[in-house]
């Protein structure tokens, strides 16, 4: 299998499913119970790909566990789950890959149930995200293209790639993962098989900027999944891979830096997936192989917290991918 081909599956298939990583059911998590003790802040969404279900929860002790959803495909129930976005009124969007939908519901006893597919013949959202002005922006994984909607019925669909062409040249992705927008609605989108950020000014494509090439070193990426700005702007990407988070200050690479090594332990990831910064910049990451998610204050694992382990029950994750606060 080439080398590509085996990238692509590994966004295809739970992470910790495929390379055995992370811990069995009911496993405690490495590092859980340092730092800070949970600390005051946002509730926490995470999308939990082997269990099919969306997970809610207030801290890092896990008060307020609440989950919804099944494996199947009616109302309910979610394939392959991947990105995950909470509005300002608390309802919920996720991408549901495999069932080829991005859906939503107004809170996690599932009211308000509404599915978004065939209006913009959706082929396999991975990422999904709002603006301030609630436009729903898409990473269409298996269409090639980023699309943005001007609600769930699909009306106003503006679309940003070839569909269903992967590529490497201007106006083209190859499974694009993840969309972020920063203050001034310029357009962030992970491009993930190309090992590369793109940033656009809008659905035009106009001002098409990419950052990063394939490898392991300063600058580069291997199988990044997800991407948040911080209050300055500075840019956070889940170099799932490489087992890290990088941080750069522009679409320069300006100020590089990362942070994490392979394993299961303080400061270490295994195939990080989902990330997501705070009011206080705080960074909350998916520890996809790891079954846990982390929070940590600065790129020195300041207050370092884990909460989680590999199971089906509560304080449980199988591969959780995508991460939202509110």
Request: some cysteine; glycine content about 18%.
């Amino acid at each position: 299998m080439e080398r590509r081909e085996f990238l692509k599956l590994a966004l295809l298939t739970p992470l910790a499913l495929l390379t055995g990583c992370g811990g069995g059911s009911g496993a405690p998590s490495s590092g859980s119970g340092s730092g800070n003790g949970g600390g005051p802040g946002p509730t926490i969404y995470v999308t939990d790909q082997g269990n099919n279900r969306v997970v809610k929860f207030n801290d890092f002790i896990g008060t307020g566990w609440t989950t919804y959803g099944s494996q199947g495909s009616g109302t309910g129930q979610f394939g392959l789950l991947g990105g995950i976005a909470v509005d300002s009124q608390g309802h919920i969007y996720v991408a549901d890959y495999t069932n080829a939908r991005v859906v939503s519901f107004n809170d996690m006893s599932g009211t308000g149930w509404t599915v978004l597919s065939t209006a913009i013949s959706l082929v396999g959202p991975y990422g999904v995200t709002l603006d301030s002005n609630g436009l729903i922006y898409i990473a269409d994984f298996g269409g090639q293209r980023i699309i943005r909607v001007n609600d769930m019925t699909g009306a106003g669909a503006l679309y940003l790639g070839t569909y269903k062409q992967a590529g490497t040249n201007q106006g083209q992705f190859n499974n694009p993962t993840a969309v972020t927008l920063d203050a001034s609605g310029h357009i962030y989108i992970v491009d993930s098989n190309n090992n590369r950020i793109v940033r656009v000014n809008d659905m035009t494509g106009a001002g098409w900027t990419t950052y990063g090439v394939a490898g392991y070193g300063q600058n580069q990426f291997n199988l990044p999944s997800n991407i948040a700005l911080d209050s300055n702007g500075n840019i956070y990407i889940a170099d799932t891979l490489n087992h890290r988070i990088v941080r750069v200050s522009d679409m320069n690479g300006t100020n590089w830096a990362a942070f994490g090594t392979q394993g299961n332990g303080i400061n270490q990831f295994t195939g990080p997936t989902g990330i997501a910064i705070d009011s206080q910049n705080r960074i909350y990451v998916v520890d996809n192989g790891n079954n846990r998610i982390v929070r940590f204050d600065d790129f020195n694992g300041t207050n370092w917290i884990a909460y989680g382990s590999g199971g089906k029950g509560v304080g449980n994750f199988l591969s959780p991918f995508g991460i939202a606060l509110h």
